[in-house]
């Protein structure tokens, strides 16, 4: 396998340095492992889309959330509970990943699906947002940043180039290009200047997985991200230049950072026309599922969050009439499943009594059910919201959804689960 | 269902008054809900045995291992897990249960297997060790234990005539009497008088399930404790003693406290003698495979222990060829299942390298992964030494599993899992 894997890089290598000198190759792509990332919009509703995404890992059907897998593990979950759950695709972050269990791991397991051993299609997120939001940052240069690890303090240093090829390395499905996500709030210069330059890393992405073919064996698209903090101006500027490089798809990053839910609609609102209607979309660390489902209304197809997760391990658990904190002394003899309609392993078999209890008596499992019920929750909104677009109702019912998520969660005293 | 139980138990207290006003009366016995707990051995290898123990809630397979499930949850694992692993009956502790959730939330849930939605046997210890160990003690009488708890510093006060009543409202298969567990070293003395007291106890938690019947429908069978430290004559006595009176079952408690292992060998083995050898034995808090094993040979047929599950959350897993610190960096590139014999979702599906980086990167994964394997190898040796005691060859079984154990964990750093 490995022996094979490193002649075809050979080979690949070769052949593009005699016949295919050129970028933006249709052979070429094929042949690096970079094929065009197949999106199929089947329906729309108003801005509102449904679609397929195809890749070699499997077809994700969008609108999508995305749970998130930071270091090769979504939290407290376990792979199997996730394909039960209808996870569809799961995120992993270069930074963490780069850092543990490093690259030479993951290269030895052969790629991060084999590592982790989950067979469905993977994101990676660059790690921009942890480089410059996590590490002790040394040293900024239109070149790249150099940082020191957040956990021993070693430095390292990430380009363009480097972290594609870490992204190679990992072998994910869809690897997301270097930027800086900027700080909220943010100096109108400071984001204008950031962002020239994180389009010029986005450009030298798009060169770079070119030139460093697909190890595994499997294609790799390849996402840019507009950014701009929530000037309307700058995000046009970057999305209209990221449009023109020809992604797989467009992020939205540098939002959900602090600004108002307003702001982050409108940005949303604004930046959606100048991305390419036939690419998809991804709003990058959102949010609740009302946020969801207003982007979904915007032309959103792709979302992450740790909010599921997150949350979850403090004990606020969503339901379809709102969140609910689970430790809150009303629920101690509370036998009602946390969300009657929803059908996960956590509210077919548990009270809100017993979840309440391992809360408060610190146990793993507390983790564990809620984990799975807030994931169950995020990726049944996803699901119907799909479902209401494909038959061109989704404003009525995300009408319904939001009035019944803004009410409190029932308190059913006398009925049993069992 | 609720006015059922409480009319059924207004008919049997009348009934009981009326008509029956002797103990140790078959018929009082299934009324009270307190029907001689079914033992049968199927089969004997010298002192091996292995059995059929029958309760309302299913049938159990001796030699059996108990995962110890303290709070009404097997620390994280969830009840879907256990059910895959074997697990034929899961430990719960009065001690922690009476403090959280408390008696009035189990009993509003209608007993500890609807709390916990577990239909499976449960065994509940009688809290003695706790209360010693654990609780800010008070004063200790003939009468019972008045103590604060570890908590939040309340007092309280347990009797055998209130732990009997704790374990009915917990409604388990099978509920343990009230004993002091003494500790190690302790004087000829004071483990003579506490054994006398224990033995008192013992007596009037007999005479306790007779005035207080089952609540929920189901038969609990009431174990008797042998304590005496690492004394033979206290053994003999207590074990005599508590013989005399008719108890479903008879535990050995009060050892791995901190004697030698030849110690605790010597007197399981000489206590067994004195134990009626048509009931089932039960070893307490014991212990490693190398010591269930032993004492199987020895004539016991029920174990528990936090081993399992307290070591995996330390990276501690138990193979076939002895354990390993999962944590140990020669695990880094190991792409092997931690035991490539055992069956569990761990081992068909996780590599040593991933488990490793899962502990490293403190994943909650880690625990749940780690967890599920050693309670998935205790089950099996259990279930093994089953079957080798059926088939009448414990003897060389043992010794071939032993001499294993012992060996180091292979390093096979070219398999891959997947």
């Given at each position: 396998m490995t022996t094979v894997v490193f002649l075809s890089i050979f080979y690949i290598e070769d052949f593009k340095k005699i016949i295919?000198?050129?970028?933006?190759n249709c052979l070429l792509r094929f042949f690096v492992g970079w094929a065009q990332l197949k999106f199929q919009r089947i329906a729309q509703d108003g801005k509102a889309r449904a679609g397929l995404l195809e890749t070699d890992h499997g077809v994700i059907e969008t609108p999508i959330f995305m749970p998130v897998g930071?270091?090769?593990?979504?939290?407290?979950?376990?792979h199997r509970e996730l394909d039960e759950l209808g996870t569809q695709i799961i995120l992993g972050n270069s930074y963490h990943l780069f850092l543990r269990p490093g690259m030479n791991v993951v290269l030895q397991a052969g790629g991060l699906h084999r590592f982790i051993n989950w067979q469905k299609p993977i994101l990676t997120d660059s790690g921009g947002f942890q480089v410059f939001s996590l590490s002790d940052l040394r040293d900024i240069d239109d070149g790249g940043v150099t940082f020191r690890s957040h956990l021993d303090g070693a430095e390292h240093r990430f380009t363009p180039e480097s972290v594609i090829q870490i992204e190679r390395q990992l072998g994910s499905d869809i690897m997301m290009v270097f930027d800086e996500c900027t700080p909220y709030p943010c100096e109108f210069e400071y984001a204008r200047k950031s962002n020239e330059m994180t389009v010029r890393w986005a450009e030298r992405c798009r060169i770079a997985v070119e030139h460093q073919p697909a190890l595994y064996g499997h294609s790799q698209a390849l996402f840019g991200i507009v950014q701009g903090s929530i000037y309307p101006e700058i995000r046009e500027m970057s999305a209209r230049a990221l449009a023109?490089?020809?992604?797989d798809g467009y992020a939205i990053g540098?939002?959900?950072?602090?600004?108002?839910l307003d702001d982050m609609y409108k940005i949303t609102e604004f930046t959606e026309q100048f991305l390419p209607s036939d690419k998809p979309r991804y709003l990058m660390g959102i949010g609740l599922p009302e946020n969801i489902l207003e982007s979904i209304e915007r032309g959103v197809d792709m979302f992450d969050c740790v909010i599921p997760t997150r949350n979850a391990r403090n004990g606020m658990l969503f339901t379809r009439r709102g969140t609910m904190n689970?430790?809150?002394?009303?629920?101690?003899?509370?036998?009602?499943?946390?969300?009657?309609e929803c059908a996960c392993y956590t509210c077919r078999m548990f009270t809100r009594s017993y979840i309440r209890h391992l809360f408060i008596t610190k146990e793993i499992l507390a983790l564990q059910l809620a984990s799975i019920h807030n994931l169950a929750h995020f990726l049944w909104i996803a699901r119907e919201a799909r479902k209401a677009i494909i038959e061109q109702r989704f404003a009525s019912w995300k009408s319904m959804v939001l009035a019944k998520l803004q009410t409190e969660p029932a308190i059913i005293q006398e009925t049993s689960i069992s």
């Open positions: 295919l000198p050129g970028r933006r930071t270091q090769g593990s979504v939290k407290a979950i376990e023109t490089m020809d992604f540098g939002l959900a950072v602090g600004e108002s689970i430790r809150n002394a009303q629920y101690k003899t509370d036998f009602s499943p946390v969300d009657a």
